[in-house]
């Protein structure tokens, strides 16, 4: 009786678990003998293993790894004990609570807490690995078994977006653009290194497709909001995804027209969706303020204000977000091109990677949709409300192989794609393929052959934190 009921279900989902098998197959190709080794920065597996020893922080401090936050615990003059960190450009210590101590103040250090400076959610699936293997547990398989659930994630969603009549696209396309995502985006590199700073963005894109998933015609506003608001305490701009959903529950409940035309009615339609969609977000914000709160004395505080870089007199004058690396992000996300020197290895990679359209050249076509659905613009304002708070970061994503940053909103750039109405034709598909090409070069060279990247003299900052 199983077996007749399994047959059926299989041939609906071939081609999701094809795409399944494919992932997994093609990234655990890619990471190759990565994949039997924890990575150089396994912040996520040293955060699970002091979560099942009952500790928010890091003890004893981690041996190896980069962007770690330190806060210091000081004995003042006055017999005060008090945390927080010495600052690089005035003799003061600035404690977690926001005041300001004359340096000289201070009697003696107690020395230095640890803690991950990153959002804490991927920890989450390195709970299975830390509780087998403590700190050694392997922080690689976990990164890729998510990216490979992105494949068959993505098809599912594009086949909804069909569904509700916002894509023309046939299930073949669909899988054209599965695979431009998974092969042809500097999701490819990302999925296949472990590593703090990758695993949190595989996450978040598998999450952002998700939200993406639950969000077309605001059909599942409570799965909405619990998938936002995970990608939110996974990677940070992910927090300002809220524009996709608030918009199709609006056209949902008649849109603009419906507003000016009936305002309680329309708001009396809308207000269910969007009171079901904010419990999960609400409820996981609360936690995560709680979470910040005890480490940090602050609700708004994941750790990287404390962090231990080259970069930290520059982020206390300008603080993390500013104006003056604006140009410098402008420029890694679109200008960045590969060098070609007269000598071997005849290509080379600047330590701030390659340009959006460079690594992925089938995003061109967003310049000229042939059709725009309803849902175009909300997938615009989307990736604008995630994108341009990282533009005004202190960091660039250095080192990187392509601009790693544009994974927070990657996903409603192939949404976009899809409901632009271009035909796959014989070019556009040579632009996914080439795009696949330059990302499994990516993927197979990032971290493993150097020779490829030049990550001396710094041309675009002092940036050169992960």
């Given amino acids: 009786m199983y077996s007749a009921r399994a047959v059926p279900w299989l041939r609906r989902h071939a081609i999701p678990l094809v795409l399944f098998l494919v992932g997994l197959c093609g990234y655990g190709a890619l990471a190759g003998s990565r994949l039997w ?121 594009l086949r909804r977006l069909a569904g509700a009549g916002q894509s023309t696209r046939t299930p073949t396309d669909d899988v054209w653009l599965t695979l431009a995502l998974g092969f042809g985006t500097v999701l490819c590199f990302a999925s296949v290194q472990g590593r703090v700073w990758f695993t949190a963005h595989v996450l978040g894109v598998l999450l952002a497709m998700a939200y993406a998933w639950a969000s077309i015609e605001a059909r599942r506003p409570i799965l909405a909001g619990l998938f936002l608001g995970l990608a939110a305490i996974t990677r940070t701009p992910m927090a300002f995804m809220l524009p996709l959903f608030v918009l199709e529950a609006a056209r949902g409940a008649g849109g603009w027209a419906a507003l ?55 982020m206390e004058q300008y603080g993390l977000f500013s104006y003056q690396y604006l140009a410098r992000n402008l420029a890694v996300a679109f200008t960045l091109l590969p060098e070609f020197p007269a000598k071997g290895p005849f290509v080379q990679v600047s330590g701030h990677g390659l340009a959006l359209w460079v690594t992925t050249p089938i995003f061109l076509l967003l310049l000229w949709p042939r059709t725009k659905p309803p849902i175009h613009r909300a997938l615009w304002l989307t990736v604008a409300a995630v994108a341009i708070p990282t533009f005004f970061y202190q960091n660039s994503g250095w080192v990187q192989f392509g601009y790693r940053f544009s994974l927070d909103y990657t996903v409603f750039l192939v949404l976009l794609l899809a409901v632009g109405g271009r035909p796959l034709t014989h070019l556009t598909r040579a632009l996914i393929v080439l795009g696949i090409v330059i990302n499994l070069f990516g993927a197979w060279s990032f971290a493993r052959h150097p020779a490829y990247y030049r990550v001396g003299g710094n041309a675009y900052g002092t940036v050169v934190a992960h």
């Avoid at 409820?283 to 930290?312: K, M, S, W």
Wanted: aromatic share 8%; net charge positive.
């Fill in 260 to 314: 000016r035309g009936d305002r309680a009615g329309f708001l009396r339609a809308v207000r269910g969706p969007l009171v079901r969609f904010a419990i999960p977000v609400v409820v996981i914000a609360i936690a995560a303020a709680a979470y910040n709160l005890a480490r940090f004395d602050a609700p708004t505080e994941f750790g990287h204000t404390y962090l231990d870089v080259r970069q930290q007199a520059q």
């Fill in 37 to 157: 080794h924890q990575s150089t920065d396994p912040h996520f597996v040293y955060q699970a293993d002091a979560w099942l020893h009952g500790k928010a922080t890091i003890s004893p401090p981690p041996a190896r790894g980069d962007d770690w936050a330190k806060v210091e615990t000081v004995v003042m003059r006055d017999g005060r004990e008090v945390r927080g960190r010495r600052l690089h450009i005035r003799p003061v210590f600035r404690t977690t609570t926001g005041a300001e101590l004359p340096l000289a103040d201070v009697a003696a250090s107690k020395g230095q807490t640890f803690y991950v400076s990153f959002p804490p959610l991927p920890s989450v699936l390195m709970l299975p690995g830390a509780a087998l293997g403590g700190r050694a547990g392997n922080d690689v398989v976990p990164t890729v078994l998510c990216a490979a659930l992105i494949l068959p994630l993505a098809f599912l969603t």
